[in-house]
């Protein structure tokens, strides 16, 4: 089975957004070995959006479209599509009373032209939209297999991994499974880790390796094909055996995870806790923290001290320390992290403090970053850091280092 | 003149990485004028690349390529668009020293396989890559013109800016400018704004407006074509003025601002001051204010209160207060938003307590978010919200809401 993904958007024409459910929908299909040809992106016109569907059938037997399924006008994919090809729309029910619920709970007066979003194509498994309105659907007629999905990724992804993905499972005749699990790693190069892997990389075919960098962090996707799921994943244990004697040391954890949702799971299993004082990075570090659901058995709170006074009153910094080293200083970033774990009572403090920019601060050029780590019963560390690029992708890049940290030390423990 | 965005690599159809190159050259395209009207993906196969090829000459004037020209086998843009053309390849000379100084410099010994990155199409222009090995080129071929460019965006961005954007400019006979601007609105639905300017919607041409909905958002991009920009600007002002007289008051500001900038400028405009106490929403809002540069003209700090522990010793909320009403609830956002504001001195104090999710919190379901909203010397607001969706979306939701309630706000002291 080979599929096409056609996304339909004047916004994605005009440059106004990127199209990311193509790489998301890729991803999927690779997973359940359905191969994608060809992604077309198309605007809100009937006529070209009827041009792509016939090109797409000319070579596809499963179309995924995204796009076009909402209230308004311009959103015309499932009634151009329920023309082409002779399905009359119907509306859903069960779609029906979710929009007038979301309108109920919102208390927001639902307009007429909402209710266009439960029409449905005739003999289609509708698929639920938990995050939205506008349901999605899948249709079969003749050779072909219609998938529609809404267009913001918060609805589109949920319904697709937990509808559209089980449907196509379905359909499949025979499957060459393709499994593949990405490896992360922090505080290692993207050209030092292919330099690692070099004799790999070029023997690669099957499983294949590809590394990717990006927000400052490296990952490696291992992909292998079989018609036995178990020996796919087999082979990809292999791979990902011999990577990690070369530079497990940097390797972090899985998929789509991330240092803060790793720095939780560690926190937990070790019935440990944390407190933090940021002012560097405004909150950023204790926001990716109570991300994660159930963040409260590790963390109780922690404080913003953006100003000096900040410093002094909240977190207790000594009015000495401020006036001879100043805010991004060692000195300062163990105070802060030191008194910030005893306020809260945790076994962890930590503490950002710095220069974002686009300003120097205290004479320190952007990018100076000093974390504190202070941990009940050791002496407290700090870590300098010289950070490039924006102010945001610096106080991001802290918060990924602070997280790094706090592993290693965390896996001192075990 | 239209234009088809053609990338070509089987990397971008398994998934592994987003097509941003099309959305960069769509508002490249779109800012002289040139419509686009396909998006289009093919991955590393000659006979797939020559039918998207095809189909795209049968609808467009100008191709643009990206990906497929460097120095490996799967790289075969130049050669399958060569072919198909019939204009041979022959060695560009300063493309190929270019290269071979490449190597000198970097002391990495050069394979052969690089000087194939040096071959360009008879009787093209050649565009010269700033940042990597291979160039670009525009070539000519009856009613056609194609641009290949590389595929890497820190190569093809700048390559397309300084050389293929003027090559365009020459090309095109008459240049009709298309300007537009983004208005973004927030507490509106996207099915309100459009039935609020239905009729707009229906008569539009010139200008045109497109609605599009995301992340709790609304924005409206207002695009105008003419052949003077001053007239095209004009066409906007109008528009614009027309659909802010019907939904102005949920309008925030323009174009890639975030409601947590368009706060920060009027909280500098106006030289006030704003404090935060944060159980929910973990840090996310200081985070978002403090990412603005300049912050500490009107943000000094706040407490991140996680527990009931927190709220009751860094926030000073009463025993009473949480054993009577809960955490989640009206009364203890009040607590929160007048202490921490008396906290720190600050003109205003915000607080966000509720049910994130995945869980139920004491008895509210997901999405359940009480906002404080304290002013010195007037009497303390709360707002309830019942958001729908993840955890992180109610977080980020919840965020924009707190900006919004403050905005409305400051506008009450002009």
Redesign the interface.
């Known amino acids: 089975m080979n599929a096409e993904i056609i996304?339909v958007g004047?916004?994605?024409?005009?440059?106004?957004?990127?199209?990311?459910n193509?790489?998301?929908?890729?991803?999927?299909?690779?997973e359940i070995g359905i191969n994608?040809?060809?992604?077309?992106?198309?605007?809100d016109?009937k006529e070209?959006l009827i041009?792509?569907i016939r090109?797409a059938e000319s070579?596809a037997d499963l179309l995924i479209f995204t796009g076009g399924l909402?209230?308004?006008?311009?959103d015309l994919t499932k009634e151009t599509i329920s023309t082409h090809i002779g399905r009359p729309l119907v509306y859903d029910q069960a779609a029906l009373e979710s929009i007038e619920n979301?309108f109920a709970?919102?208390?927001?007066?639902m307009?007429p032209?909402?209710r266009k979003q439960a029409l449905v194509m005739e003999k289609s498994v509708v698929l639920p939209n938990d995050?939205g309105m506008a349901p999605g659907m899948l249709v079969k007629k003749n050779k072909h297999a219609y998938i529609l999905l809404p267009g913001?990724p918060?609805e589109m992804q949920p319904m697709f991994t937990s509808y559209a993905r089980p449907e196509l499972l379905n359909i499949l005749e025979k499957v060459e499974k393709i499994e593949s699990r990405v490896l992360r790693f922090f505080g290692i190069g993207e050209s030092t880790l292919e330099t690692e892997l070099e004799d790999l990389l070029i023997a690669q075919q099957n499983p294949t390796l590809?590394p990717?960098a990006g927000d400052g962090e490296v990952t490696l996707?291992i992909?292998a094909k079989h018609e036995s799921e178990a020996a796919a994943l087999q082979m990809i244990q292999q791979a990902e055996e011999e990577v990690l004697r070369r530079v497990g040391e940097y390797f972090y954890g899985y998929n789509d995870t991330t240092l803060a949702r790793e720095l939780a799971v560690h926190l937990k299993k070790h019935n440990s806790s944390i407190a933090?004082a940021?002012s560097l990075?405004?909150?950023?570090?204790?926001?990716e923290?109570?991300?994660v659901?159930g963040?409260?058995s590790f963390?109780?709170?922690?404080?913003?001290?953006?100003?000096n006074?900040?410093?002094k009153e909240?977190v207790k910094v000594k009015e000495e320390t401020l006036a001879r080293y100043g805010a991004v200083s060692a000195e300062c970033a163990a105070e802060l992290a030191e008194n910030v774990r005893r306020?809260?009572g945790a076994e962890f403090g930590i503490s950002f403090t710095g220069a974002a920019?686009?300003?120097p601060l205290e004479g320190h050029p952007p990018g100076t970053v000093w974390i504190g780590l202070s941990r009940k019963g050791k002496e407290t560390e700090t870590f300098k850091l010289s950070l490039s690029g924006s102010?945001?992708g610096v106080?991001k890049r802290a918060v990924k280092y602070g997280c790094h940290y706090l592993l290693a030390e965390l896996s001192q423990k075990t």
């Open positions: 996304a004047s916004e994605l024409l005009l440059g106004q957004i990127t199209n990311t193509a790489k998301f929908l890729s991803q999927q299909l690779a994608v040809y060809y992604h077309t992106v198309v605007g016109n070209r041009h792509a090109e070579r909402g209230p308004t006008k311009d979301y709970k919102t208390r927001i007066t307009t032209n909402n995050y913001p918060r590809a990717l996707r992909t933090a940021e990075t405004g909150g950023l570090f204790q926001s923290l109570t991300d659901p963040a409260s963390f109780s709170g922690g404080i913003v001290c953006y100003s006074e900040a410093k909240l306020l809260l920019g686009p300003e102010r945001a106080r």
